[in-house]
């Protein structure tokens, strides 16, 4: 499959109206969506890249690196504006700096403006748009929801299951769930890792990805010519 963009940094150009927000960050043509809260609660806001400048940030990343979603993460330099010149102002530039390296995988908040204190259900709700836009364009086989809020919302919008599903992330962390035409597998809040949490994490990725978890069955035999339909 072609990539529709190969800008890591906010590849398709999502401009909320807020002083400061951390785009999504990664692969356009990922298999695996990671889903933050915002960046008041999971960082991002330096260096324009969701989950990091947190105290957990390198516990959480090298989870992620040790399971195979990302190539890596470098220490760098911090970003510059559009321009190449200057330091960046959070949420600036969509240029492709960073020192997060993905590997078939894609970073976002469901909120992607920094708030001023906690968000307002309007104010969910007024950025959902960018949000679900960016989801389906990526179009990943799994989302991975991090923390109650994300996981919450997930389930809600995108499975069948929240109704009989309580949202208690120390069962669900590292758990997956059939959604609709997603693979979900919820991860505890990075900030609320206690021994042993990073381990199962990286132990279910590791196992999902061991799997056929795209799930595609191949309709083009039932088409004229030769070339695979592939859905979910």
């Not at 940094?9 to 933050?36: K, L």
């Not at 510059?80 to 530039?93: F, L, M, Q, T």
């Amino acid at each position: 499959m072609k990539n529709v963009t190969d800008r890591t940094r906010n590849p398709f150009g999502m401009r909320p109206d807020c002083p400061a927000f951390v785009p999504g960050y990664g692969d356009a043509n990922a298999d695996f969506h990671v889903i933050g809260d915002h960046p008041g609660v999971h960082g991002g806001l330096e260096e324009r890249i969701p989950f990091t400048g947190e105290p957990w940030s390198s516990a959480f990343l090298g989870a992620l690196t040790d399971a195979g979603l990302l190539a890596g993460v470098d220490r760098g330099d911090v970003p510059r504006d559009a321009d190449g010149e200057g330091d960046a102002p959070s949420g600036a530039g969509d240029d492709d700096s960073g020192r997060v390296s993905t590997d078939r995988t894609f970073l976002s908040y469901l909120h992607m403006c920094l708030p001023d204190g906690e968000p307002t259900a309007a104010s969910y709700d007024d950025m959902e748009r960018y949000f679900d836009a960016e989801l389906r364009a990526i179009a990943a086989h799994v989302l991975l929801p991090v923390g109650a809020k994300a996981t919450d919302h997930v389930l809600r919008q995108y499975t069948a299951r929240a109704w009989k599903t309580e949202v208690d992330m120390d069962a669900l962390h590292g758990e997956e769930l059939l959604g609709s035409g997603w693979l979900v597998l919820p991860i505890k809040d990075p900030g609320e890792w206690e021994d042993g949490d990073a381990d199962e994490l990286v132990e279910a990725l590791r196992r999902l990805r061991s799997t056929d978890f795209r799930r595609e069955t191949d309709l083009g035999r039932f088409i004229a010519g030769s070339d695979p339909y592939l859905v979910r």
